[in-house]
């Protein structure tokens, strides 16, 4: 049938329609997002009023009114308390965070000595890096350098007292250099021991399983700090009389165990996870326990667990500012023991210093929190539903 | 490829054994009299018997850890008798010495080291209980508002999450203490606020609830109440189910539970003086202090744990399938009765089990009351241990406190979360 002069057939194609106002134009994604009903008028007018309330407030104290340079507390004190600034005057106190930053990120190490955490820090991320890159090979030579290799290059490193290098004794350890060992050291030893851990729970031997529930569920049910007091004054207690034990290991070692219990748990969850077939199939296959383990389950549980890995690898980081109560200087512990310092005592001094070491927590964890959403993306094979 | 071949020798090894036990096994069904079933299997093939072998393992563990647990006891014991501490618990009678800021019952330091460390644990309960209100409060706000169709509302409610989720909750903690709570006015500058509270660097000060003699009616009148509004829902319930007719359950309980103590509280002639607090020039006098540690630790961890809460409301929120609040609105039901019937049941059955811990991880944090001089459990302990020098007694305690707490709190909630979850066939 010829169709081609019907009259009521259209010849050419219609243009397309202009998409709808509320996607195209400003006062459109205004409409929709900020003013859709009474209610969001409402409550946005309500969000703005607390932004204008707090955040020049917030922007003034931070960087405006802030004493950005300054060699000592008169910079950051106003007339009546001794210092050039006006009264009624408040604003951060940079100059204070300026003056202490390298105390802040080595502790008392000693400055000429300086060199080697540095060095440490440049060696952990030439080896880092790599490893959180997927596309980069021989990830494994990479994770044994960084796990195994760098921990006993970095303890001769930091300890001294090897090679020509001077001792510096762990009690001059200090500021975000602490909080990094301790976080790494307990990631490192926690992954392993975890995956030990969760296995031994899901054992069919009634000796281990009940061993292993035992520990997780005791280590879990406590806080971290009753853990690092049991670490600190029972552990010297547990060792044959006239052994010592260093009060940095001690917390070492508090907080390995309480990160092991908490990733023993992550782990069970990715391993209950694991559908039947996959243990049935690799027992069928002659596989030895280790290897269908190694080979066929961890591979599988760990990519579905990596969201909680780092829950956990963030939850450690933040945790290790508790060691500043057991008398350790940290970060938190640092920046806290500068408070009471004369060259720098000020009404301001102590919040502008929580802030910076928040800022530098916060760096961090969110830091962490996007690798983890960007590998979760990557590993994601398609399977879920 | 070096493993392949090494994995194939075992398959062969393994498959030897099988054969071996396999035959052996025949042999002894067959003929009953002749062979017995051990002879067939060589030295090799118990090495390989899963159950030999998890008898073995099981066995080097116990040794282990016995070996290890013996010898760290021996060592424990030898230590003490060293430095000549007395192990048990009778120090629980001595006389503690010590001042505690806040506390929920009387306490002196006449006062023994038990009662001390029953001071410290009613303070971490209280903190626990206004912590987990607060912060559940604020959590369902923002986890709600996380979702919000409002732009800015979204946007605010993930900033908010976004920085307490990734600061220690020391550190807030800390910010509360020393950046907020220290630059409050000196007493005899008290700011006053209305209804009579008072706000200076000691805390918050209060009127004091003094209740009269004919008081006791008014608990009485809320327990009728409370019996009479169930007795209303039950009743309510029945007769939806029997008729189909609705009748207005909230607003008839709420008007009881509100309306009954009020009426009582009026007619025992309203039986109510309020002890006001005065702030002089050093002191304040009269009145209920609330401590500024109280206040830093409660709104830190308030704030911090609702981060959390929020991204576990909003979690299960979004773990609610869509067709199940279309098919609500295609059964004709408002929007707020969906939310109410519909979504929120089903949302609940994700959310409570991380609620739970979430909960839990708060009472736990509590702990941290210590950094600020907050006397809660692990505080008052710390000290009794400093004093006292009876660290593994202290440790015991704080062990098997927060161990009950945390079972308790898991029993009831898997009580409560069995008793919410999906009924299959």
Redesign the interface.
Same mark, same amino acid.
């Given at each position: 049938m010829d169709t081609k002069n019907v009259a009521y057939i259209r010849q050419e194609m219609i243009g397309p329609a202009p998409a709808p106002l509320s996607t195209r134009s400003a006062s459109g994604w205004v409409r929709t997002n900020l003013l859709a009903t009474p209610k969001d008028a409402l409550l946005t007018i309500l969000a703005v009023a607390l932004l204008v309330w707090t955040l020049p407030g917030m922007i003034n104290w931070l960087f405006i009114q802030a004493a950005w340079f300054g060699t000592d507390r008169s910079f950051c004190t106003t007339a009546v308390q001794g210092g050039i600034q006006p009264n009624g005057w408040s604003g951060a106190c940079w100059a204070f965070v300026g003056d202490r930053f390298q105390q802040f990120m080595f502790g008392r190490y000693p400055i000429d000595e300086r060199w080697r955490p540095i060095l440490v820090a440049i060696l952990f991320i030439a080896l880092l890096v790599p490893i959180l890159m997927p596309k980069m090979p021989r990830k494994g030579l990479n994770a044994l350098l960084l796990f195994v290799g760098l921990p006993i290059v970095a303890f001769f490193l930091l300890h001294g007292n090897v090679f020509g290098l001077q001792k510096v004794e762990t009690p001059l350890w200090g500021g975000l250099m602490v909080t990094l060992i301790l976080s790494f050291v307990g990631i490192a030893v926690s992954l392993p021991v975890g995956i030990l851990l969760a296995l031994g729970r899901r054992s069919t031997m009634p000796v281990i399983r009940i061993l292993c529930v035992t520990f997780i569920e005791v280590i879990r049910g406590v806080p971290l700090i009753t853990v690092l007091f049991m670490a600190n004054v029972m552990l010297p207690l547990f060792l044959p009389t006239g052994w010592t034990i260093d009060n940095f290991l001690r917390a070492l070692v508090g907080v390995a165990i309480f990160a092991s219990a908490y990733m023993a748990e992550v782990v069970r969850g990715g391993l209950q996870a694991i559908p039947k077939g996959q243990f049935e199939g690799a027992d069928s296959l002659g596989l030895s326990y280790w290897q269908k383990i190694r080979l066929i389950i961890m591979p599988q549980a760990l990519k579905l667990v990596i969201p909680g890995i780092v829950n956990t690898f963030i939850g450690l980081f933040k945790d290790t500012s508790l060691v500043s109560i057991i008398g350790m200087f940290d970060l938190l512990g640092i920046v806290q023991l500068n408070f009471t310092d004369t060259t720098w005592i000020s009404p301001v001094t102590p919040i502008t210093g929580l802030v910076f070491a928040g800022f530098i927590f916060w760096l961090f964890c969110f830091g962490m929190s996007r690798y983890s959403a960007f590998m979760e993306r990557h590993l994601d094979t398609g399977l879920k539903r | 490829m070096p493993p392949y071949p090494r994995?194939k020798q075992? &398959?062969h090894k393994?498959?030897k054994d099988l054969k071996n036990e396999v035959t052996g096994e025949k042999a002894s069904m067959t003929d009953h009299a002749a062979i017995a079933p051990s002879e067939g299997r060589t030295l090799r093939a118990y090495v390989y018997d899963p159950k030999i072998r998890?008898i073995f393992?099981?066995l080097l &563990?116990?040794v282990i #850890?016995v070996g290890v647990g013996w010898?760290?006891f021996d060592? &424990?014991v =030898?230590?003490?008798a060293?430095s000549g501490t007395a192990s048990g618990y009778q120090f629980l009678k001595g006389r503690a010495g010590f001042d505690i800021g806040a506390s929920l019952i009387d306490y002196t330091s006449d006062s023994t080291y038990g009662r001390a460390i029953l001071v410290g644990f009613l303070n971490t309960i209280l903190v626990a209980f206004f912590g987990i209100i607060t912060a559940t409060t604020i959590g369902f706000i923002i986890g709600i508002g996380r979702l919000?169709?409002?732009?800015?509302?979204a946007k605010?409610c993930t900033v908010y999450v976004?920085?307490f989720?990734?600061?220690? #909750?020391?550190?807030i903690i800390?910010?509360w203490y020393?950046? #907020?709570l220290?630059?409050l006015p000196q007493v005899r500058d008290s700011v006053k606020l209305p209804l009579g509270m008072v706000l200076n660097n000691r805390g918050l000060a209060f009127p004091r609830p003094v209740w009269g003699d004919a008081a006791w009616v008014i608990p009485v009148a809320l327990l009728i109440a409370v019996v009479a509004a169930f007795v209303v829902a039950r009743w309510a319930k029945q007769r939806q189910m029997r008729t189909g007719k609705q009748f207005h359950t909230i607003w008839t309980v709420v008007g009881l539970i509100v309306g009954l103590p009020i009426l009582a509280f009026l007619a025992a002639g309203a039986p109510l003086t309020f002890d006001f607090p005065i702030a002089g020039r050093f002191n304040l006098s009269g009145g209920s202090v609330i401590a500024p540690e109280f206040v830093a630790l409660y709104l830190a961890l308030s704030f911090y744990t609702a981060s959390f809460i929020a991204e576990t409301i909003r979690a299960g929120i979004r773990a609610v399938a869509k067709g199940q609040s279309e098919a609500a609105a295609a059964l004709g039901l408002q929007p707020s009765t969906t939310t109410r019937l519909v979504v929120v049941p089903q949302a609940m059955r994700v959310i409570i089990p991380p609620l739970t811990s979430q909960y839990l991880n708060l009472t736990?944090?509590s702990?941290?009351g210590? =950094?600020v001089g907050f006397p809660e459990l #692990?505080a008052t302990g710390?000290t009794t241990?400093n004093q006292t020098g009876q =660290?593994?007694e202290v440790?015991s305690i704080?062990?098997a406190v927060?161990?009950s707490i945390?079972?308790t709190t898991s029993l009831f909630m898997n009580w409560f979360n069995a008793k919410m979850a999906l009924v299959e066939r």
């Open positions: - | 994995l075992k &398959t393994k498959e998890g393992f099981q &563990t116990l #850890v010898s760290i060592n &424990t =030898a230590n003490l060293r919000s169709k409002n732009w800015l509302i605010l976004e920085v989720r990734n600061i220690p #909750v020391l550190l800390f910010f020393k950046g #907020v220290s630059s736990k944090n702990s941290l210590i =950094a #692990v710390g241990m =660290a593994i440790v704080w062990l927060y161990l945390s079972i």
